[in-house]
């Protein structure tokens, strides 16, 4: 059974940026593709971004796209989002999560497509 920590959430203003982290025990992170999604206060879960396992292919929500970058170092377990030009609307609880199929060539977008999941980090962007 894996366990995701993230890391790397706080506060900053906008136009600023923060760098996420997603380390992974109990199990290797290098087999299997990742996601992060976030959840905003009143709204449900949205995806955010994902990458394959070998980080090959990646994977945007239109809102985050040319401001976000997702990357993975699998040496040391760990799935990185880059968030540059916050908005006060990118604030939420983000959550990493991992496939529960190594080695898949794609990646859905769907909470269900993925099967473990961190306690997440709240990121807050003020105006």
């Known amino acids: 059974q894996v366990q995701l920590v993230e890391s790397g959430g706080g506060l900053v203003q906008a136009g600023g940026s923060l760098r996420l982290s997603c380390a992974a025990s109990g199990r290797t992170l290098s087999r299997y593709g990742m996601g992060w999604f976030r959840q905003a206060p009143g709204k449900e879960r949205e995806f955010v971004a994902a990458i394959t396992w070998s980080g090959g292919s990646t994977y945007y929500a239109d809102s985050v796209k040319g401001r976000f970058t997702i990357a993975r170092d699998n040496a040391k377990n760990t799935v990185y989002l880059q968030m540059n030009s916050l908005k006060p609307e990118d604030t939420a609880v983000y959550y990493c999560?991992?496939?529960?199929?190594?080695?898949?060539?794609?990646?859905?977008?769907?909470?269900?497509?993925?099967?473990?999941w961190g306690q997440g980090t709240q990121v807050t962007v003020s105006s």
């Open positions: 999560a991992q496939s529960p199929f190594p080695f898949a060539q794609a990646m859905g977008r769907r909470s269900g497509d993925f099967g473990s």
